[in-house]
């Protein structure tokens, strides 16, 4: 009677236990003891895993990895100071980088932190294969970086080292109705009143035309020619005469008596 009374109490206890882990957490865990207190294992191998207490009852297909939390790769304490959600650290002692690949044209783009690279410490994002880097919102490319370093905006094949296709605007506080960009002597542009900046500038070139002689006046340089003739120095009409242009100026001549052949020069300046 005492043996069964003890069976029975034995199995109380065992369901009890086998009830109790029913609603506690299980663990698996893996310890070695050489070299102790600490050891390595060659490779941990697992078809799928999940880290964190909100996968515990998701199903996970073939090769599938589920993390609940922050991922630190190179640190315990992955930051985030900010408060993010979610956050991947990827942690070297003076540099590091995260890198996509894929394997059928060879594409990688990689997010690059470095202590001394590129004039210094630096962040860089890009390919670091030889293909262009796209910039997308909404999943639409917006702007385009090809391999020789032209930039692209409304275009996929920009043509200049700044290739817009669409409007821009810059202000910068001197824009204004009807002004006109111009720069200095750096490249440095600013909008300028159009009448402070495009003006006509002439002057009239002379020159004698001798009797039975021709002579040339010619534009100074930088002006262009806009007109010419010649004045008589005589009353009567004279035997002949020429008055036409040439390169940048005007000649002319004048029979059995004098003349002053005039050219007139124009340039746009400020």
């Not at 998701?58 to 090769?63: E, K, P, Q, Y």
């Not at 202590?115 to 385009?144: C, D, V």
């Amino acid at each position: 009677m005492k043996k069964a009374i003890n069976i029975i109490g034995a199995a109380f206890f065992l369901v009890l236990f086998l009830y109790s882990l029913s609603f506690s957490d299980e663990k698996i865990t893996i310890t070695t003891y050489y070299p102790s207190p600490y050891g390595s294992y060659r490779e941990l191998r697992a078809d799928q895993m999940a880290i964190g207490s909100a996968y515990r009852s998701s199903a996970l297909a073939d090769g599938d990895l589920f993390v609940s939390g922050n991922v630190g790769i190179g640190t315990t304490s992955p930051s985030n100071a900010q408060g993010w959600n979610r956050v991947l650290d990827v942690n070297g002692a003076a540099h590091a980088k995260l890198l996509v690949t894929e394997n059928t044209a060879g594409v990688k783009t990689g997010i690059f932190s470095h202590s001394n690279w590129g004039g210094g410490a630096t962040g860089s994002i890009g390919t670091e294969s030889n293909h262009p880097l796209r910039f997308l919102t909404n999943y639409s490319e917006r702007m385009r970086i090809d391999t020789s370093g032209n930039v692209g905006i409304g275009t996929a094949s920009p043509g200049a080292k700044l290739d817009v296709v669409g409007k821009i605007r810059m202000a910068d506080g001197t824009q204004g109705a009807d002004k006109v960009l111009t720069s200095d002597a750096s490249g440095v542009g600013t909008w300028q009143d159009p009448s402070q900046v495009l003006q006509l500038q002439c002057t009239t070139v002379t020159c004698p035309a001798p009797d039975n002689a021709e002579c040339t006046a010619t534009c100074p340089a930088g002006y262009k020619l806009t007109g010419g003739g010649l004045y008589t120095s005589g009353q009567a009409e004279p035997p002949w005469i020429h008055s036409y242009p040439v390169f940048n100026g005007w000649r002319c001549g004048v029979e059995e008596q004098g003349g002053t052949c005039y050219a007139v020069c124009c340039k746009i300046g400020t």
